[in-house]
């Protein structure tokens, strides 16, 4: 808030005191306590008595002006009866001639008028400084002031979709409620109408052999003979009856299973915070692999740079480096890490100790083209059959036997075209990147326990419209949700277990430019690794560390 002396100077203009027009004032003379324009400053003041002995200083330099120090007539601290006569430098006090001698005899000396520059110089620096750190700090808070505007108007718009959203859940849950009370009030009227129309035929019947059996049971009591054997043939042909037919079996109501409200047909809000970025040498970071001891596999892809690392502050530790040409590569529980090279039908893998060895797995015909790893005892590898121009996946067990083998659906059509990544969810679905063109357009495809396509996601229509659909990594979050990122928009793509979209993600929000690959290590964060920013060849690719909520 702006004292009452600013506005007061804000409201009230100050003319020049010689001229008094509104020409701008540049100077005061410290002697005549004036303040000048220019034009008086050289034309009318220097023709003052004494002018040229007069101090003028520039008006920007008024507050920092001092006028001329007495230092004769300082008393001692110690010694009242005596002056100070000098500056003790060690012991940073003013001395007189008896401090000199009793205490100070060793000690070096400066002039009071070169000890009070020296001190004036530094309180100087010192306001300086602390005029930069005011400075910094109001930067600071303008950004954090407009954080907490910025923040606001974000918490009223979500705010305001939840409840919106609430409000179509319930509009949508009364509709479709209503529909359910419909067709039950319809089934019910074509279950009951043979039930009542059997229920009105046998009371008729009922009624009807009512009558014949009291009127038998009077004949009965017919007591002439002669009577009785004269109408015993009408009443014996009167007593038949046919059977009555009726419906062997009737449909029953429906029962009604309440179903489950979920975050996919509720909705959720998405929260992705930066916890860590590293920096690293390599122009992209294709590959990710976290390991139980939260040091991480990665690869730079072309440059054919596989690096084990670890996370330590801002900065990434290189543990081990390989040279290594390959496609994908996945932890094992056992911490072996095992790699899909180009050009051999057999995994490689990677002890804890670093050493480079064939694996059980070997996917002969075909040549592996990723690796999902889902227990000690179960492995799935994407592979590639280059004379068929198509893909597979193939289930393995620890030993290396090819338990299934996904290559076609119910209608004998190829599953997939070239397997680029694969995961699970905990209900045995498996979705996998499928590319299906040159330029990495593709789509993600969700397979049920035996292998049946359940679903395909093809992209988001709004933000897929312009840039197609082109998946290039795919991980399982602690939730069972999947998350995808697209190759050329910093988008993920956020999918149920069943492969249905349930939100998206610009990652441009966080400050993350180019995604492209993604893990989950084992306390949940999420990894995401990037490229260099477009139209640069430096290789200063990013690799981010995140805490994430609602999916």
């Not at 419909?182 to 039930?195: A, E, F, G, M, Y």
Request: with cysteine.
């Amino acid at each position: 808030m702006a004292s009452s002396q600013s506005v007061k100077k804000g409201q009230v203009p100050v003319n020049c005191k010689l001229c008094e027009t509104n020409r701008t004032i540049q100077w005061k003379c410290m002697d005549c306590s004036i303040l000048m324009c220019g034009y008086c400053t050289d034309n009318v003041h220097s023709k003052f008595k004494n002018a040229t002995d007069h101090k003028i200083i520039n008006l920007k330099d008024v507050g920092m002006h001092r006028e001329e120090m007495d230092f004769t007539n300082i008393k001692c601290a110690e010694h009242t009866e005596q002056l100070s006569c000098l500056y003790c430098s060690k012991c940073q006090i003013l001395v007189c001639p008896t401090c000199i001698t009793k205490i100070h005899k060793t000690h070096d000396f400066i002039e009071l008028s070169d000890a009070y520059s020296m001190k004036v110089e530094i309180l100087k620096k010192e306001h300086s400084e602390m005029q930069k750190s005011n400075s910094k700090m109001n930067v600071k808070k303008n950004q954090l002031i407009n954080l907490v505007s910025a923040e606001n108007i974000k918490y009223s718009k979500v705010r305001e979709d939840i409840l919106k959203n609430e409000k179509t859940v319930k509009e949508q849950v009364e509709k479709y409620s209503k529909e359910l009370v419909d067709k039950l009030d319809q089934t019910q009227r074509t279950i009951l109408t043979p039930v009542k129309s059997d229920l009105n035929a046998i009371s008729l019947f009922i009624n009807q052999t009512e009558d014949k059996i009291n009127q038998v049971q009077d004949f009965i009591g017919i007591s002439d003979a002669a009577e009785f054997f004269k109408e015993v043939m009408k009443m014996e042909n009167f007593t038949e009856m046919p059977e009555l037919q009726t419906k062997r079996s009737y449909s029953s109501s429906p029962k009604f299973v309440s179903g489950n409200l979920t975050q996919s047909n509720i909705g959720s809000y998405i929260s992705l915070v930066i916890i860590n970025e590293y920096r690293t040498e390599h122009d992209q970071i294709i590959l990710l692999s976290p390991c139980l001891d939260q040091s991480i596999w990665l690869s730079s892809g072309g440059s054919r740079v596989l690096q084990r690392v670890k996370l330590e502050e801002n900065n990434l530790k290189i543990i081990s480096q390989f040279n290594i040409d390959m496609f994908r590569m996945a932890v094992t529980p056992s911490k072996q890490l095992l790699l899909c090279l180009k050009g051999k039908t057999r995994l490689q893998q990677i002890s804890s100790t670093g050493e480079l060895t064939d694996s059980v797995y070997d996917v002969t015909p075909f040549l592996p083209t990723a690796i999902h790893v889902i227990s000690e005892n179960k492995v799935i590898i994407g592979a590639y059959e280059y004379n068929q121009r198509r893909g597979a996946m193939i289930i393995m067990n620890k030993k290396g036997d090819k338990e299934t083998v996904y290559k076609h659906d119910k209608q004998n059509q190829p599953l997939f075209r070239f397997l680029l990544h694969i995961t699970s969810t905990s209900n045995g679905h498996i979705h996998v990147v499928d590319k299906i063109s040159a330029d990495f357009r593709g789509k993600v495809v969700i397979l049920g326990q035996e292998g049946h396509i359940i679903n395909q996601y093809t992209g988001h229509p709004t933000n897929n419209k312009s840039e197609p659909f082109k998946p290039v990594d795919i991980v399982t979050t602690p939730s069972d949700n999947v998350v995808v990122t697209d190759l050329n928009i910093p988008i993920l793509h956020i999918l149920n277990d069943n492969g249905h979209l349930i939100s998206y993600f610009n990652t441009k929000d966080i400050g993350i430019e180019c995604p492209i690959s993604l893990a989950i290590n084992t306390t949940g964060q999420l990894y995401i690794g990037c490229s260099r920013a477009a139209g640069t060849k430096t290789k200063d690719a990013k690799l981010y560390e995140i805490n994430i909520d609602g999916f």
